[in-house]
């Protein structure tokens, strides 16, 4: 039998009859329960999304205030806290609650974003802002066709058309940091980054390419390196290129964490930044004005970001079409101690 049309306000009764199940089985997906098989349950919620299917508690007018919830990879560094404290200082000031929940950088299943999507519903939440590679774009239109508003934060991959998101001008940072260099007097200058499929980390990539072409230079690809955006990778980065024929003077990482990490190696082998090798972070974190030495970094406006996919996400919980589905807001050099002029 066909499901309801999704024009249609449809029914458990009516989701039960299109799907051969019973009734009180379809509750009990809609409510989250455990007992129901894992097929039966993925049918259950495809046919739920199909048909557009919104549990009485989130048409419902909330009494309480708006509980926006954050799901996070992890929140265990300087970037995802920096943008948490943007989220909650605009929260404080419209008396919104904000739930955070963390994914641990897992693949979610079809299944589980299924689940989550309708746990979302049930608990009334106005609204979704994803700072996680684990929902990719499945996920998001999970949200999406429960009618479920979602911003997505500096996504690793292009969100759908109809998502919102907050990012920064990644591209022109990249440009930024590497011009810096070239003006210090660098050719060889290496770029450390993030997975190379990774939206934000192609944009860096593709800035620092474009400083290079802009000056006439050929970008050597042996300079070009990519990993994770973790400390240990500026460790394995800096050992790589320190054993190529031709070193570089200069280093652009991907993001602060990276550049820590190349800090420490560099230290461990006795080579002094910036007098024996300029260093340069992205994201503007606490770990770039706290290293020693003090780093230049591509500053993001994290905080700023963090205020405006929550004004976002409350715009659509309103019923307000956004005026742009990309929020696109202005990196900045910060020149610290880790640059110098090539001697």
Known sequence: MPLPPSSAKPTLAAIARGTGVSTATVSKVVNGRADVADETRAKVLAALEEAGYRSPSQRRTPT???????????????????????????????????????????RTTEL???????????????????????YGESGLAAFLRRHIPVVVIDSYN???????????????????????????GHRRIAYLGGPESIECNQARLHGHLSALTSRGIEADPGLVRHGRFRAEYGIEGLTALLSRPHPPTAIFAGNDAIAVGVLREARRRGIRVPEDLSLVGFDGTALASD??????????????????????????????????HRVELATRLVVRESTAVLG
């Open 112 to 134: 589980g974003l299924g689940r989550k999507a309708q746990r979302i519903i049930n608990e009334g939440r106005a609204g979704v802002i994803v700072v996680t590679s684990a």
């Open 64 to 106: 309480g205030p708006d509980v926006v919830e954050v799901a996070f990879d992890a929140i265990d560094s300087a970037y995802p806290s920096a943008l948490l404290n943007g989220i909650l200082d605009h929260a404080a000031t419209t008396g919104v609650e904000v739930v955070v929940s963390t994914t641990g950088r897992q």
């Open 158 to 184: 292009p969100p759908p058309a109809d998502v919102v998101s907050v990012g920064a001008a990644n591209w022109a940072g990249g440009k930024a940091a590497t011009e810096h260099l070239l003006d210090l």
């Open 291 to 324: 290293s020693v030495p003090a780093l230049t970094s591509v500053a993001q406006p994290l905080q700023e970001m963090g205020r405006a996919a929550l004004r976002a996400v409350l715009r659509q919980a309103r019923g307000e079409q956004p005026d742009t």
